[in-house]
């Protein structure tokens, strides 16, 4: 085994254990009537993959992308259209990174606008991620942008007045219909204002942070066992 299919292979593992620990946390607490959140990304899968072993425990899971959905179909998980379902047990979704008050940044799988929305009705969101997504600083990875295309431009010279390299992810179209900024060079001190600033710019869907809805439990994936940290 080459040293990069190694490093590849324990960071998995470290995703599986985080989405396992969270399969464990909601478990006692679903009944048949209880609707989970699940989003996207490398580390959901393995989250689905592991629900799947207890979907005899709940009702049906609502999901924040095509890919997702078509995941849990195929695990024989029933999934609803958020829009049939008043509220959410527990939204289970990743990070690209995660600061000490569990607010977020996410949105590198172009999903951010439905996460957003599944996070908004949950009545507790679980990040689940591996050690290296923690930061003390929000915005070295590059904060996701989505936008109405014909506002691409527009949004963003306005995203780099304030002060960010805004570099438009090509080829890539969201659920939604919509286009990525993707906005690098950003150090995100208050991410809440942040949050806000971008949202208010017109054009604007919405924006990769998680601040203002932080994650409620962080369930960290490390080399010395699953960590739990609260918001």
């Not at 990875?141 to 506002?151: H, K, N, Q, S």
């Not at 995203?159 to 950003?186: C, F, K």
């Amino acid at each position: 085994m080459t040293p990069s299919t190694q490093a590849l292979s324990t960071q998995d593992q470290l995703k599986s254990d985080a989405a396992q620990a969270a399969v464990e946390l909601i478990q006692a607490k679903l009944d048949h009537d209880s609707v989970v959140g699940v989003g996207t990304g490398s580390t959901v899968n393995f989250f689905i993959d592991a629900l799947a072993t207890i979907k005899g425990h709940f009702r049906a899971a609502v999901s924040s992308s095509e890919a997702s959905s078509a995941r849990l179909r195929e695990h024989g998980i029933k999934v609803l259209d958020l829009n049939s379902v008043s509220e959410i047990d527990f939204y289970i979704d990743g990070a690209d990174e995660a600061n000490e008050h569990l607010q977020l940044i996410k949105g590198g799988g172009a999903a951010l606008t439905r996460e957003k929305i599944v996070a908004a009705v949950a009545r507790e969101f679980i990040c689940i991620a591996d050690e290296s997504k923690v930061v003390g600083v929000l915005g070295n990875f590059p904060l996701p942008v989505e936008v109405i295309p014909m506002a691409r431009s527009y949004v963003a010279r306005k995203l780099a007045g304030l002060g960010g390299m805004p570099v438009y992810r090509e080829g890539v179209v969201t659920d939604n219909g919509n286009h990525i900024i993707d906005v690098r060079n950003l150090k995100i001190i208050n991410p809440q204002e942040t949050e806000r600033q971008i949202n208010n710019i017109t054009g604007v869907v919405t924006n990769g942070l998680f601040a203002m809805r932080p994650a409620n439990v962080l369930l960290l994936g490390t080399t010395s066992g699953v960590k739990t940290k609260h918001a």
